[in-house]
């Protein structure tokens, strides 16, 4: 049974998931309360299949909700929220999003065959939020990412010179972005 205050971490991962090493991965079996957005197809996303995956995943969760979101996991968070209305993301407490993708950079598709990722939303989110960029990220320019952190009205967190802020970066449990996590579950 779960308390009031209990809080479910919802785990977004990108393009083909986050592998077993992932900080994604590490924190959702370090927490015990921690549930993954599910895709059928990890390897040719589809927008409208990933949101609603994570809709799904969502409206099963009882109580409190944080999403840690990393790369096309980001994108899926800001087309949830900006299709959605007040009743589906009341209970979410907060994002950390992680990697942001610029998914209307040219050649984005040629690289991640994803479909109707773009364009990106750009309304505020209705949740607070954490953008976590890296100045050496081979999917999207820092100063994008910090154009969407403003349009998002979250807050930004500049990872310096951090790749794609994955395993291959070297992020394996990556206690900054458990610190940055706990923040929004406290707040």
């Known amino acids: 049974m779960l308390d009031d205050d209990d809080i479910t971490l919802v785990i977004v991962p990108g393009w083909q998931d986050s ?46 909700v944080v999403i840690a979101a990393h790369s096309l996991g980001v994108a899926t968070v800001a087309h949830w929220a900006a299709g959605h209305d007040y009743a589906a993301f009341r209970r979410v407490k907060g994002a950390l ?27 505020p989110l209705p949740f607070p939020a954490i953008v976590v960029a890296s100045r050496s990220d081979p999917f999207c320019d820092y100063a994008r990412a910090e154009a969407f952190a403003r349009a998002w009205r979250a807050k930004l967190v500049d990872a310096g010179d951090a790749g794609h802020i994955n395993t291959a970066a070297g992020y394996g449990s990556w206690p900054a972005g458990q610190r940055l996590l706990q923040t929004l579950m406290l707040a």
Do not use: K
Request: net charge negative.
């Open 97 to 123: 999003l992680v990697a942001p993708p610029d998914v209307e950079r040219a050649g984005f598709t040629a690289a991640i065959p994803a479909q109707g990722f773009a364009p990106l939303p750009r309304l």
């Open 19 to 64: 592998g077993p090493n992932h900080w994604q991965t590490l924190w959702e079996r370090g927490y015990p309360l921690s549930r993954r957005a599910l895709q059928a197809d990890w390897e040719t996303p589809v927008r409208a299949h990933w949101v609603a995956a994570l809709d799904a995943l969502l409206a099963d969760i009882d109580g409190p």
